[in-house]
């Protein structure tokens, strides 16, 4: 993986504080390919992007917004 200058490499622990979510969620989101996680070759260590994080979490939020309003339609 390439990694510009301006994409800041996350850790567990910093991803906890970033996402304000618990650390047993993020591992379960990434054993199940559900959130963009790379490893280090030689000691196994997750490690995020937070560029690959970011767009995580914009396409979540889509993803979200759009089952908002199809239950919208629903109760029209």
């Known amino acids: 993986m390439s990694c510009k200058k301006d994409d800041r490499i996350l850790t567990v622990r910093d991803l906890v504080d970033y ?10 989101l990434v054993r199940e390919g559900k959130l963009p996680a790379f490893r280090i070759p030689n000691n196994n260590d997750l490690r995020f992007s937070q560029k690959a994080i970011d ?21 029209r």
């Open 55 to 75: 767009r995580w979490i914009a396409a979540r939020s889509r993803a979200l917004g759009a089952q908002v309003a199809r239950a919208k339609r629903r109760r």
């Open 19 to 28: 996402l304000q979510m618990h650390r047993t969620t993020i591992y379960r």
